[in-house]
């Protein structure tokens, strides 16, 4: 009888340490999962700020243009020659295609892409495969603990 005892304490105290430890893994998972979000989405506007504040073309850096064809073309988005890093673009373009690998003590790396397209400015949802004088910059930060990318993005005019 006493063994009998022993084995449904000793059973009852096993299914009780799963319940608690697969409660105590489910809030450990969610509290990374919303430390992630908090992360990225700091990461995610931090690159749009620094995307930003560059000039909105490659022929706006020194002077204004008047007219969308003297614009980049659409087809040549991203860095210019000579331009390889962050710390030399200065147009907003630049960032088209962009990576960064950005480390972070507790969750890791997180990863940052970036694109930048034309838009029509009437129809703000339609990609334009020529110039206009607004540009979509959409950023996409990534991590172990995300699962799916977080998604930002931003409409610039000039």
């Given amino acids: 009888m006493q063994q009998a005892l022993a084995i449904a304490g000793l059973t009852f105290l096993t299914v009780l340490m799963v319940n608690y430890y697969n409660a105590n893994s489910f809030q450990q998972s969610a509290t990374y999962y919303n430390e992630a979000v908090i992360t990225a989405t700091g990461i995610g506007q931090s690159v749009l700020e ?5 000039a909105f073309d490659e022929k706006t850096v020194i002077a204004a243009v008047s007219t969308v064809t003297d614009l980049t073309l659409s087809g040549s988005l ?7 890093t962050p710390n030399v673009y200065d147009d907003i373009d630049d960032y088209n ?6 480390p972070t003590s507790r969750l890791g790396d997180f990863t940052v892409k970036a694109k930048v397209f ?4 009437d129809i703000p949802q339609n990609t334009s495969y020529s110039q206009t004088f607004a540009k979509n910059i959409q950023v996409w930060v990534s991590n172990t603990y995300l699962g799916d990318s977080l ?6 005019g000039y």
Avoid: C, Q, W
């Fill in 50 to 54: 620094e995307i930003k504040s560059k």
């Fill in 78 to 84: 991203g860095p210019d020659a000579g331009e390889g």
């Fill in 97 to 102: 295609l962009f990576t960064r690998i950005v």
């Fill in 118 to 121: 034309y838009i029509n400015p």
């Fill in 151 to 156: 998604s930002l993005n931003i409409i610039v």
